[in-house]
């Protein structure tokens, strides 16, 4: 399943939901079937670079039936160094605008405080996360998504990181324009009441199987308004107020 998955993830092919063929796999064998694509992506070459938190808002929870986020890898090969998509090899993409916190000290374990993540975090960055599901119609149920790296597909980092006391991260407002119109507005506390929350679930649910987060590693934290679907010809600005503006061409 790992080598079909890679595959369809790497060549951007859509793919029947693998719970059609294992209705019974667990949320922890479909952790597994992520972690072994992944390592296809080291076989290539490519060197995991950090996590990704998913299912942040509790609307999206919701609409997915769920009580706790997921989490997914990211791996160099999803890191835009400038700032355009190409849509070949992507199905349907959409664009959430994030934090991505750079953790410099290794955090483990389900009993993190608030001052633990922040005395291990070098820089917040302003971030958009691409996702691009490869089920028909962006269709999943939570097993299908954490086996498809919980939609994991490319993601950009801000010229400019800002250290933890910078600002209150829950009260940035983040507004994204397509083509010059405004289609997305929300704030920080979208995720978990507070970025940092995020960190906190994620040491927490990676705690699980024994895994941490280590220093170097970038989190995305999940995303601060709705996803926006894009398509060939998109000019996107995503303003973050005084962390300033990314943009994205997609071609
Ligand atoms: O990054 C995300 O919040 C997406 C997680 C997976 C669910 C989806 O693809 O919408
Ligand atoms: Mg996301």
Redo the contacts with the bound molecule.
């Keep these: 399943m790992a080598s079909e998955i890679e595959e369809n993830q790497r060549n951007g092919i859509e793919m029947e939901k693998v719970t059609l063929k294992y209705p019974k796999m667990t949320v922890e064998e479909a952790y597994d079937v992520q972690s072994q694509t992944i390592q296809r992506y080291r076989d290539r070459g490519d060197e995991m670079v950090g996590w990704?938190m998913?299912?942040?808002s509790v609307a999206?929870q919701k609409s997915m039936n769920v009580e706790e986020p997921?989490y997914g890898r990211l791996t160099n090969s999803m890191k835009l160094s400038t700032p355009t998509l190409k849509m070949e090899n992507l199905i349907h993409p959409k664009v959430?605008p994030e934090f991505a916190f750079l953790i410099n000290k290794e955090l483990k374990g389900d009993q993190l405080q608030v001052k633990d993540v922040w005395e291990a975090t070098k820089e917040v960055y302003p971030a958009l996360?691409i996702?691009d599901?490869r089920y028909k119609n962006?269709s999943f149920t939570l097993t299908d998504?954490i086996a498809d790296n919980?939609?994991s597909s490319k993601f950009i980092l801000g010229k400019e990181g800002f250290p933890p006391e910078y600002t209150d991260w829950d009260n940035v407002k983040v507004t994204m324009f397509v083509n010059g119109d405004e289609v997305q507005s929300g704030y920080g506390k979208a995720v978990l009441d507070h970025p940092v929350n995020s960190i906190i679930e994620l040491s927490k649910m990676l705690n699980r199987t024994g895994l941490s987060i280590k220093p170097g590693m970038i989190v995305l934290v999940?995303?601060i308004t709705e996803?926006v679907s894009v398509k060939k010809g998109d000019y996107l600005e995503v303003n973050y107020e005084t962390l300033g503006q990314l943009n994205l061409n997609v071609t």
Excluded: D, P, Q, R
Aim: charged residues 25%.
């Design positions: 990704k998913g299912l942040t999206k997921i959430e996360e996702i599901s962006f998504v919980a939609s999940g995303a996803a």
